[in-house]
T-cell receptor
Framework: NAGVTQTPKFRVLKTGQSMTLLCAQDMNHEYMYWYRQDPGMGLRLIHYSVGEGTTAKGEVPDGYNVSRLKKQNFLLGLESAAPSQTSVYFC??????????????FGPGTRLTVL | RKEVEQDPGPFNVPEGATVAFNCTYSNSASQSFFWYRQDCRKEPKLLMSVYSSGNEDGRFTAQLNRASQYISLLIRDSKLSDSATYLCVVNPRYSSASKIIFGSGTRLSIRP
């Protein structure tokens, strides 16, 4: 079991460029999440999915889009990157709704810098 | 007021010491609580859930104080390997994934 994997691990973009971050999990989890982590801010939820074909907005969804075409994959897209999107992005998954007895498992993160 | 607040630290304690830190939350209806550990430049990992009756896992003890709206983490006989950032996580209710709140973390450094 690889758990939760993320690609790429690092990326540098110029303002206005686009990119897609890929998250994959092999635990057959229904729920998947995208967070960003900034210094002093804690993790903030961008978007999440409660199952294949579904997506929902989190706390900070602006500037991002997501897709969950396959249960094991959750993609995060930046259509036109801005310096404010410089951050560390974590993907997570859980069997059921996180909380209670459903643990969130995190991927190793993607460090994105937008110049 | 932030929904979940933690003292950022750093807490710098000698090996073998006991250290404790708290996390306060603002939503009195919060349902579930967790401590995650995050090593430098790594992903968060669940350390332990926090139950109403308190719970212990080896050297780690977590407690919930609903009246004062905080959770605590106590580490006994601290090891160098305990050096990390400890994130408090609060889920205000079971029904929505979007409501899970992460604290910004308390940094702990254990010195030899």
């Amino acid at each position: 079991n690889a758990g939760v994997t993320q690609t790429p691990k690092f990326r540098v973009l110029k303002t206005g460029q686009s990119m897609t971050l890929l998250c994959a999990q092999d635990m057959n989890h229904e729920y998947m999440y995208w967070y960003r982590q900034d210094p002093g801010m804690g993790l903030r939820l961008i978007h999440y999915s409660v199952g294949e074909g579904t997506t929902a907005k989190g706390e900070v969804p602006d500037g991002y889009n997501v897709s969950r075409l396959k249960k094991q994959n959750f993609l995060l897209g930046l259509e036109s990157a801005a310096p404010s999107q410089t951050s560390v992005y974590f993907c997570a998954s859980s069997l059921g709704l996180a909380g209670g007895r459903n643990t969130q498992y995190f991927g190793p993160g993607t460090r994105l810098t937008v110049l | 007021r932030k929904e979940v607040e933690q003292d950022p630290g750093p807490f710098n304690v000698p090996e073998g010491a006991t250290v404790a830190f708290n996390c306060t939350y603002s939503n009195s209806a919060s349902q579930s609580f967790f401590w995650y550990r995050q090593d430098c430049r790594k992903e968060p990992k669940l350390l332990m859930s926090v139950y109403s009756s308190g719970n212990e896992d080896g050297r780690f003890t977590a407690q919930l104080n609903r009246a004062s709206q905080y959770i605590s983490l106590l580490i006994r006989d601290s090891k160098l390997s305990d050096s990390a950032t400890y994130l408090c996580v609060v889920n205000p209710r079971y029904s929505s994934a979007s409501k899970i709140i992460f604290g910004s973390g308390t940094r702990l450094s254990i010195r030899p």
